[in-house]
């Protein structure tokens, strides 16, 4: 079992909807949990960041924790096509020196 | 304030040849951590070290690869006798310090070096 579970996709989503991305991790010590986004060619750049259960909101984005069941989700509401990336999920152990793990991550198309 | 600062941005090496790459961390951060990136792939991580000290190096190969992050100066991954395998983007990523939880662990990542090997 890998330790940071994406959906590859791609996931397709028409503009102005809803996207959902989904991540499961194995470690239930993980404390700190981030999403990236990434464009094709370019370095990651962090959208959120969130440690406690429940949702945080930014912006159109909106991160979803749940300890229990060990699963994190982003939201991206009114998708635009700007939106179009591989979003990464990554986890963060519960020690100072643990290091993050990334998830392979999930291609988004917005179609117009 | 500069971001994360990388060079070389695209580095071509022969087969045996040495690749060096430098990583600045932002102002004020004191962690740097390496990554690996195949084209469409995710983000392997490498090492993580912080000023003079290896925290962690599990994700690095045993032999032909080292880092370091001296007390003055870049941090360097150095890549000896490199393969056609090697060739990746390097990202380097770093953080004001790891804590518990919360901001001061996030990671900002630079543009990245492409290493191609021929």
């Known amino acids: 079992q890998k330790e940071v579970e994406q959906n590859s996709g791609p996931l397709s989503v028409p503009e102005g909807a809803i996207a959902s991305l989904n991540c499961t991790y194995s470690d239930r010590g993980s404390q700190s949990f981030f999403w990236y986004r990434q464009y094709s060619g370019k370095s990651p750049e962090l959208i959120m960041f969130i440690y406690s259960n429940g949702d945080k909101e930014d912006g159109r984005f909106t991160a979803q924790l749940n300890k229990a069941s060990q699963y994190v989700s982003l939201l991206i509401r009114d998708s635009q096509p700007s939106d179009s990336a591989t979003y990464l999920c990554?986890?963060?152990?519960?020690?100072?020196?643990?290091?993050?793990?990334f998830g392979s991550g999930t291609r988004l198309s917005i179609r117009p | 304030n500069a971001g994360v600062m990388q060079n070389p941005r695209h580095l071509v090496r022969r087969r045996g040849q040495e690749a060096r790459l430098r990583c600045s961390p932002m102002?004020?951060?004191?962690?740097v951590y390496w990554y690996r990136q195949l084209p469409e792939e995710g983000l392997k991580f490498m090492v993580y070290?912080?000023?003079?000290?290896?925290?962690?190096e599990s994700g690095m190969p045993k032999e032909r690869f080292s880092a370091e992050f001296p007390k003055e100066g870049p941090s360097i991954l150095r890549i000896q006798q490199v393969v056609r395998g090697d060739s990746a983007a390097y990202f380097c990523a770093s953080s004001p310090r790891s804590s518990l939880a919360g901001e001061q662990e996030t990671q900002y990542f630079g543009p990245g070096t492409r290493l191609l090997v021929l």
């Open positions: 102002k004020g951060h004191s962690h």
């Open positions: 990554a986890v963060k152990g519960y020690s100072s020196a643990s290091k993050i793990i």
């Open positions: 070290l912080q000023k003079e000290n290896i925290i962690d």
